[in-house]
T-cell receptor, first 111, second 117 residues
Framework: GDSVTQMEGPVTLSEEAFLTINCTYT??????LFWYVQYPGEGLQLLLK?????DKGSNKGFEATYRKETTSFHLEKGSVQVSDSAVYFC??????????FGQGTRLTINP | ETGVTQSPTHLIKTRGQQVTLRCSSQ?????VSWYQQALGQGPQFIFQ???????GRGNFPPRFSGLQFPNYSSELNVNALELDDSALYLC????????????????FGEGSRLTVL
């Protein structure tokens, strides 16, 4: 079945460091890909998305490119802030209309 | 615009009991999905309701059931609770139309944390 694999956490960085969170997927067909974020005490929020190969999703300084050849959708940010501390989930969806999530990566940014 | 609200936020049950969790969808949304998030794991799809009908189900046993009401709010019912049912239950709403492509942009509530002893 369809699945999403994220890099294991937790990830701890200093403020202004470069961030990469790896995400790879296994799916038949052409899924859409997403990054959701869960800030402490809040519900999941959509961070960015890409619906076809080579699309780049971006939001709040975060970016991810849909790479079909490597079945990847890695999340990157050039300079992280303390406020980026959260749990990040990579996910995919197809016509079945259900999101398939990775296990999540907890990110902590130290000042 | 009112977001997705869930109740209760926390509850404790014992094995074998039944539980009902409630969700009010975001204003204007007609579709509700339920997810189970075990500690340290990503959310797992339970089922989705679209216009009061079940519209897709994940790999969960029949003791997990749901309802959607005419105002698009929803309930998740779990019978014969087991220890492994302890988790955060997330409700998400979206606006869908038949025959459309699915965008995956769901609006999540903060969840109901269920502990089964």
């Amino acid at each position: 079945g369809d699945s999403v694999t994220q890099m294991e956490g937790p990830v701890t960085l200093s403020e202004e460091a470069f961030l990469t969170i790896n995400c790879t997927y296994t799916a038949t067909g052409y899924p859409s890909l997403f990054w959701y974020v869960q800030y402490p005490g809040e519900g999941l929020q959509l961070l960015l998305k890409a619906t076809k190969a080579d699309d780049k999703g971006s939001n709040k300084g975060f970016e991810a490119t849909y790479r079909k050849e490597t079945t990847s959708f890695h999340l990157e940010k050039g300079s992280v802030q303390v406020s980026d501390s959260a749990v990040y989930f990579c996910a995919l969806v197809k016509a079945a209309q259900k999101l398939v999530f990775g296990q999540g990566t907890r990110l902590t940014i130290n000042p | 615009e009112t977001g997705v609200t869930q109740s209760p936020t926390h509850l404790i049950k014992t094995r074998g009991q039944q539980v009902t969790l409630r969700c009010s969808s975001q204003s204007g949304h007609n579709t509700v999905s339920w997810y189970q998030q075990a500690l340290g794991q990503g959310p797992q799809f339970i089922f989705q309701y679209y216009r009061e009908e079940e519209n897709g189900r994940g790999n969960f046993p029949p003791r997990f059931s749901g309802l959607q009401f005419p105002n698009y709010s929803s309930e998740l019912n779990v019978n014969a609770l087991e220890l492994d049912d302890s988790a955060l239950y997330l409700c998400a709403s979206s606006l869908e139309a038949s025959g459309r492509s699915y965008t995956g942009e769901l609006f999540f509530g903060e969840g109901s944390r269920l502990t089964v002893l």
